[in-house]
């Protein structure tokens, strides 16, 4: 069954998405990262370099199908800057030669085995300093991938199902975040690690299953399910690395790995963006309004997170240009369909910020503040549903084509109004917070707080306190700007995850808590 | 587990799904829906199985959550004689038990508190009247509008079945009375300069 399930969707996938499987699986044997194609651009003929355990240096070229004599010679050109060019790194010492590998999710031809074999022969006669190129086909890669998984294949029939789900979905609706964060809890990060390969196991098998559980969507070029999903991957190896206490050293390759995979999505989310007219999707008599609005919002949301992030990785490309115009173009169709939208309404915040439209940005936030101390107050309705109800849930009930039970009315309560008021508490908005703070002291305040650390990074606890409060009625303003302040500083674990941090509030807006949205309202 | 029983007939697994939907959304609305658990905002809870809840004094209460359940059976007898009839039967009947237990609860967890803040009205064995119907509207706090006119659905007042029937055939003549008018208005004064006292306390000083 596992191998068959493998076999499918590596015979079906494009290189793109077994490349992290497979980079995954030469961390796991302790080859070092040095190089990974983020969006399909080679450096000299090179997907990725890495060192290999032997001090060797590695470079892979791959490909997607069979390679035949007419394909063959199609990549000819690539893979003669593979062999004959060194690895472009400042850590390679380019005097010594590097392994270059043809890798493809297809079968090599006879002929072309026998091509490649005289282009060695040769180049060694004439005593050219190339690399000698080596070849790793289907079976190969099968056989890597199913060692790397076999011990964490779904065995439990609920288990097989949602994964059956996830790998046979359609691709194109939003990303059944729940089922993909159930099944990696229920299989890779399920046991205990007892010694490093255990914890190393894991770690590749999370990342081998994702790449094809996210399959479907990598052939629908579904950005946003893809940020999704590859963020839930990240944020469960946070979760196994703080519950089991594994070393930085054992889990970050993969971590970086995997973060290199939200990069390239979102890099490729923006170039969609950048080129559309309109944010319409097909069928486009069935879209519009409130599914193009939450759609927009998404997408702004995320190119500002982009824009605002601190990245690290030598291979993303910021354009704030561009970001800037995208914004401009679509602002007019932001919406706050419910407490969940706050994380994207909170990049878009800070990008304006930083754009110098401060004017613009206090706007929204204080347009945000209002209205939800207007609709909470009274208690009795009104209200946005709590940030546990995304966008589609929210949109969802105001089609009336089902019966449903109906969810709760939120009035009177929110998850996220102290931290809208810290924001503008942080930022000196004080007439605004003036003249809202007798209405806005009626209104509860919940927070979820996990009893273990490590759970801050869960779907959801299973332990933990719900905390309900309503603001102290007398309060002064240097108090409450102290503490917003202070919170600023954050928590070991925010500095350690900063990274994903951002990102992961927008995949489970229900973890944006006023910790969590204090550090990261920090100009850094 | 999956595989419990073998379908030799031909079955309708989807329209029975859409049974079983509308069946649960009738639960659900008459166990959450009427008397005084309808009255009041529900908020779910998503993770975890603790609560602390702070009121409007600032006091935070820890609780666990509370588990309340129905246990019910239908015959296949009962099937037969009246299909999907029965199980919308033995639904509202449940419904109406998870309804009682709601209730009891609340009941319950409502004189615990308002032991705590000791504003328990004492009718001393009195038979209802005017008075005392006046008299349960002094205790809780109301809330006006911005207009300053009263929020009368702030004010919830919960009357047994018999008092409810006495007060609904006596109001009409009470109203029309001068003196119940007159300590209404003297309610409805002080009232709204509690709630004045109470809002102009909600301050931001710099």
């Known amino acids: 069954m596992l191998e068959r399930a493998i076999e499918d969707w590596l015979t079906k996938t494009v290189e793109r998405n077994y490349l992290p499987a497979f980079c995954q699986v030469l961390i796991h044997q302790d080859?070092?990262?040095?190089?990974?194609?983020?969006?399909?651009?080679?450096?000299?003929?090179k997907d990725l370099a890495t060192i290999g355990p032997d001090g060797s240096y590695y470079a892979y070229q791959t490909k997607t199908g069979d390679i035949n004599k007419a394909s063959w010679r199609d990549i000819r050109g690539e893979l003669q800057e593979l062999i004959e060019f060194p690895i472009d790194h400042p850590s390679v010492d380019k005097r010594k030669r590097h392994r270059a590998y043809l890798v493809t999710n297809g079968t090599i031809s006879e002929p072309v085995r026998l091509d490649i074999t005289e282009m060695n022969e040769q180049n060694r006669r004439l005593r050219r300093k190339w690399a000698k190129?080596?070849?790793?086909?289907?079976?190969?890669?099968?056989?890597?991938?199913?060692?790397?998984?076999?011990k964490f294949f779904p065995r439990?029939?609920?288990?097989?199902?949602?994964?059956?789900?996830?790998?046979?979905?359609?691709?194109?609706?939003?990303?059944?975040?729940?089922?993909l964060f159930s099944l990696l809890d229920a299989t890779t990060f399920s046991m205990r690690p007892k010694k490093k390969s255990d914890a190393l196991?894991?770690?590749?098998?999370?990342?081998?299953?994702?790449?094809y559980l996210l399959g479907a969507f990598e052939k629908e070029r579904n950005w946003f399910a893809l940020i999704e999903g590859w963020c839930a991957i990240a944020v469960s190896i946070a979760r196994f690395a703080l519950r089991y206490q594994i070393k930085e050293s054992q889990w970050k390759p993969s971590f970086d790995l995997v973060f290199s995979e939200v990069e390239r999505?979102?890099?490729?989310?923006?170039?969609?963006?950048?080129g559309r007219s309109h944010f319409l999707e097909v069928p486009v008599e069935l879209d519009g309004d409130g599914l193009l609005r939450a759609r927009t919002t998404i997408v702004l949301g995320l190119i500002c997170w982009s824009e605002m992030r601190q990245s690290t990785g030598p291979a993303w490309q910021s354009d704030r240009g561009?970001?800037?115009?995208?914004?401009?173009?679509?602002?007019?169709?932001?919406?706050?369909?419910?407490?969940?939208?706050?994380?994207?309404?909170?990049?878009?915040?800070?990008?304006?910020?930083?754009?110098?439209e401060a004017q613009e940005a206090k706007r929204i936030l204080c347009d945000l503040f209002v209205a939800l101390v207007e609709s909470n107050y009274k208690n009795r309705q009104g209200g946005f549903l709590p940030p546990y109800y995304d966008a589609e849930q929210?949109?969802?009930?105001?089609?009336?084509?089902?019966?449903?039970v109906p969810p709760p009315t939120p009035a009177g309560s929110s998850y996220i109004i102290g931290t809208l008021l810290d924001m503008l508490l942080r930022r000196g908005y004080d007439d605004v917070i003036k003249k809202s703070w007798r209405k806005y002291t009626h209104c509860q305040q919940y927070e979820f707080a996990p009893t273990n650390e490590w759970d801050l990074f869960a779907w959801r606890a299973s332990i933990g306190n719900n905390l309900s409060s309503f603001p102290e009625p007398t309060a002064t303003l240097p108090d409450l700007r102290a503490e917003a302040v202070r919170i600023m500083q954050g928590t070991e674990l925010q500095r350690k995850f900063e990274c994903l941090l951002g990102l992961y509030l927008m995949v489970c807006p229900f973890r944006a808590t006023r910790s969590a949205v204090g550090y990261l309202d920090w100009s850094r | 587990m999956l595989l419990e029983y073998r379908i030799v007939l031909p079955d309708f697994p989807e329209l029975k799904r859409r049974r079983s939907n509308l069946a649960q959304i009738g639960f659900i609305n008459r166990a959450y829906s009427q008397g005084i658990i309808g009255l009041i905002n529900r908020v779910p809870v998503f993770e975890g199985q603790e609560l602390s809840i702070g009121d409007v004094d600032g006091v935070v209460r820890q609780s666990a959550l509370e588990r309340f359940g129905v246990e019910f059976t239908i015959s296949t007898d009962a099937i037969l004689a009246k299909g999907f009839g029965a199980l919308n039967e033995a639904y509202s009947a449940a419904a109406d038990d998870l309804h009682r237990q709601l209730s009891e609860f609340f009941f319950k967890k409502a004189h615990e508190a308002i032991d705590e803040v000791g504003n328990a009205i004492d009718a001393g064995g009195q038979p209802m009247s005017k008075d005392l119907f006046l008299d349960l509207f002094e205790t809780p706090e109301w809330d006006f509008h911005d207009n300053e006119e009263p929020d009368l659905e702030s004010v919830v007042i919960i009357l047994g079945p018999r008092f409810f029937e006495y007060v609904s055939q006596n109001l009409p003549a009470w109203q029309s009375d001068a003196e119940f008018k007159n300590r209404w208005d003297s309610i409805v004064t002080r009232k709204r300069e509690e709630w004045r006292a109470r809002e102009s306390h909600r301050r931001l000083a710099d």
């Open chain 1, 265 to 274: 999505n979102v890099m490729e989310l923006r170039a969609e963006a950048a």
């Open chain 1, 31 to 45: 080859h070092k990262v040095l190089y990974l194609s983020l969006h399909g651009q080679m450096e000299r003929g």
């Open chain 1, 394 to 404: 929210v949109l969802g009930e105001q089609i009336p084509d089902q019966l449903r």
């Open chain 1, 156 to 179: 439990e029939l609920p288990d097989m199902r949602a994964f059956l789900d996830l790998y046979l979905h359609n691709g194109r609706d939003l990303l059944p975040k729940q089922q």
């Open chain 1, 133 to 150: 190129l080596e070849v790793i086909d289907r079976f190969q890669l099968l056989a890597m991938f199913v060692e790397a998984q076999k």
């Open chain 1, 201 to 211: 196991d894991a770690l590749t098998g999370a990342v081998v299953l994702g790449s």
């Open chain 1, 322 to 356: 561009s970001a800037k115009q995208i914004l401009q173009k679509h602002a007019a169709n932001l919406i706050f369909w419910g407490e969940s939208a706050f994380p994207f309404f909170f990049y878009v915040i800070r990008f304006l910020e930083a754009d110098g």
